[in-house]
């Protein structure tokens, strides 16, 4: 039986790779568009060897509507795209505002033009928690208020996820979307054949945690220990990649249903809560590694505290993380290993 076709825009980066693997192991043939501005072609190597094929790969920009009118026309039968590509460091987009808003929004509007061109009406959007600033009440649901975003990275979430409302609800549209508001995405492939492949100094948190435990860096610093949470360092939701990559064949085959509204949001966490200091303490606990780290001065723009509430992607959408804080640790150290073998 054909596989049903699925574009996968950003599916050779962090979280697209692991998306392609469980599409494809779901039954879908994933066909990936990426531009490697972020991300390197060894990453579709360790796909490959998970999934023992090779999967259908084009290197193009997603600005760029001709090269995407090609691989739409190339492909032929596309049902659905997951649009992952985009420019993603929060720092960076302060320097760089013209490029986020370019990647980011122009990325979207050239991809929707082709979509609606050759009649593919089926969408997953990578959102994320940034849409919600600092919130006013926890755990966050959908319905909690957006906030101002407080970098560009975050104004081309909260824009792409307007536009995305905004083509939903205009007359005769016939796209069906799903935004996804991602928590914290961490951890790796069992397999340890893809991961996160952050480049030079890392930013975020598993990164840092693990290359200073491989002794890549000398010491994690922990950004500030006098937030007003229980042990005075921030507080995220930690959900495993593998976890949030099933949450994209859940939201797929749902746009394929056609079950739904035309424009639906979802958060992707676990509901659970974790302080930076309980993830050293579960990371020393799952690898047996003791991590060097010192308490340094809040870093600016962060957030006190945040996590989903995920009533909502349980019940409706019908998707549930699974992975624990200790297994997605071990994941994201045995994937370290790997990278130094
Ligand atoms: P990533 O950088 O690892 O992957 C993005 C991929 O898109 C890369 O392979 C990059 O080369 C590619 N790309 C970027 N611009 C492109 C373009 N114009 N044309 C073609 N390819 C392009 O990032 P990720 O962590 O896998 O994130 C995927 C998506 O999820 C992004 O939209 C990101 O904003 C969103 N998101 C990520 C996180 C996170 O913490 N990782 C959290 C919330 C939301
Ligand atoms: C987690 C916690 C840090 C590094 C970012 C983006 C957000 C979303 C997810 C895309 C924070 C602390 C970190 C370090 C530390 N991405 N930390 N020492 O900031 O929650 O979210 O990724 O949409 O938009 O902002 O993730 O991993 O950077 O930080 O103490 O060396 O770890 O202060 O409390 P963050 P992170």
Redesign the pocket.
Known sequence: MDRTKILV??G?????SHAVVELYEAGFQPVI???????QESALRGVEEILGVKVPMHR????DVEALRAVFAEEGSLRGVIH?????AVGESLQKPLEYYQ?NVG?LLALLEVMREFGVEALVF???CTVYGIPDQLPVTELTPTKKANSPYGATKQMCEDILRDVAAAPGNTLRTILLR?F??IGAHISAKIGELPLGVPQ?LIPYVTQTAAGIREQLTINGNTYDTPDGTNIRDYVHVVDLAKAHVVAVQRLLDKTGDTVETFNVGTGRGNSVLEVVQAFERATGQKLNYTIGPPRPGDVPAIYADVTKSVEVLGFQSTTSLEDSLASAWKWQLSLVE
């Open positions: 825009t950003g050779a980066g962090y979280i697209g568009v990426d531009n490697f501005s972020n991300s193009i920009d997603c600005n992952f590509a985009a420019s993603k990647n990325s990578s959102s994320s991602y914290n995405p975020n």
